[in-house]
């Protein structure tokens, strides 16, 4: 069966700082990955989606990046958080149908 | 208009209840419609998937699509406390591989 990894599970990090948030999906290959961002009462907000290794395509342009270094591997950064950034982070895949989320990055910039 | 349109809630019901959530969406493109289940702190874990207009049975929980008048529900019968959460739904277009989702509805199953 499919398994997908978040780490690390929270976050406390100062303006300023770099991020690194990392996924990882077993029992699958080549699965389609998305990081989202859910702030409260907003929902959930497409990041980036990956529909291959080295293929990113960004759905909010912001401080924020990605990176698919390998086919299961789905990577967040950024080079200085902003306080704005803080949220809930989640990594998904998909095989073509139905999305599958992982257990989340709770961010706090302070 | 948002695309996908889903009243937040929270929604307060007594155990045994059967609970109705509801969607209404706008784009006619979408063919495939999902609902998530998202404890408190947790990532959404998908309760039921469908691609056609009617209805999708699995345990107490039913899922409805009317792609006519662009609506889905999701019904739970026999609601328990330990189905309090925010329930989202989820839908995307036959050839795209983005998913929209809803805001989500908070439930709470009162014993």
């Known amino acids: 069966s499919q398994t997908i990894h978040q780490w690390p599970a929270t976050l406390v990090q100062p303006v300023g700082s770099p991020l690194s948030l990392e996924c990882t999906v077993e029992?699958?290959?080549?699965?389609?990955l998305y990081w989202y961002r859910q702030a409260a009462g907003r929902g959930l907000q497409l990041l980036f989606y990956?529909?291959?290794?080295?293929?990113i395509s960004s759905e909010v342009p912001q401080n924020l990046s990605a990176s698919r270094p390998q086919d299961r591997q789905f990577i967040l950064s950024s080079k200085k958080l902003l306080l704005s950034d803080s949220g809930f982070y989640l990594c998904?895949?998909?095989?073509?149908?139905?999305?599958?989320f992982g257990p989340g990055t709770r961010l706090t910039v302070t | 208009q948002k695309e996908v349109e889903q009243d937040p809630g929270p929604l307060s019901v007594p155990e045994g209840a059967i609970v109705s959530l509801n969607c209404t969406y706008s784009?006619?493109?979408?063919?495939?419609f999902m609902w998530y289940r998202q404890y408190s702190r947790k990532g959404p874990e998908l309760l039921m998937y469908?691609?056609?207009?009617g209805n999708k049975e699995d345990g107490r929980f039913t899922a409805q699509v009317d792609k006519s008048s662009k609506y889905i529900s999701l019904f739970i019968r026999d609601s328990q406390p330990s189905d309090s959460a925010t329930y989202l739904c989820?839908?995307?277009?036959?050839?795209?591989?983005?998913?929209?989702f809803g805001i989500g509805t908070k439930l709470q199953v009162i014993p």
């Open positions: 998904a895949w998909s095989g073509g149908g139905e999305q599958y």
């Open positions: 029992g699958t290959s080549n699965p389609n």
């Open positions: 990956s529909v291959g290794i080295g293929q």
């Open positions: 784009n006619s493109a979408f063919q495939y």
């Open positions: 469908t691609y056609s207009s």
């Open positions: 989820a839908m995307r277009g036959g050839g795209y591989q983005k998913v929209t």
